[in-house]
């Protein structure tokens, strides 16, 4: 019974007619993947590493943890692993996938390789995350406004800054956080890793 008004009525209240099931599945599906595809866009994806030029901290295939949402808030700082959209010289080279390297230079530093190490502004950068020390020359160069210089660990076997130039602030996708794969390497992909 409910109360109409104050007085007692016998009639039962109106029942919501029940939804088709295949239709409210769509409707879950659809949900979910407009989640998915919200939260890839803008948040955070997974990735792996197709080649050897993260070596050692970056193993040949290994899943990584994008954070998308981080650089909306701050600028990438050295030591960053940063995935980043091809460059104008690296596509007109017909590169369309996304690469992954290390940020060395910043807006303004002075950069320079030579005997070995990373110079930036004359100072040597202190690296235990390389695989062998560079035995190439590279620079002096001033990295430009709104762009960074970004490097390999594998100093000697990475397609890099060195050779074609400065990624744009505009084409960095976001920052390596963490492998989850493969189970054994699991965790958090810091600036400065502890080995070496």
Known sequence: MTRVQGKVSDE????????????????TIGLSAV??????????????????SMLPTLQINDRLIVDKLGYHFKNPQRGDV??????DTLEKQNFHDAFIKRVIGLPGDKVEVKGGRVFINDKPLQEN????NPQYQYGPVTVPQDSYLVLGDNRNNSYDSHYWGFVPRNHIIGRAIVRFWPMNRLGEITPEPNYK
């Open 12 to 27: 039962k209240p109106p029942q919501k007619a029940s939804e088709n099931p295949w239709l409210e599945g769509l409707k």
């Open 35 to 52: 989640l998915a595809f919200g939260i890839r866009t803008f948040v955070a994806e997974a990735r792996y590493i197709p080649s050897g």
């Open 82 to 87: 940063v995935v980043f959209s091809p460059t």
């Open 129 to 132: 995350y390389i695989a062998d």
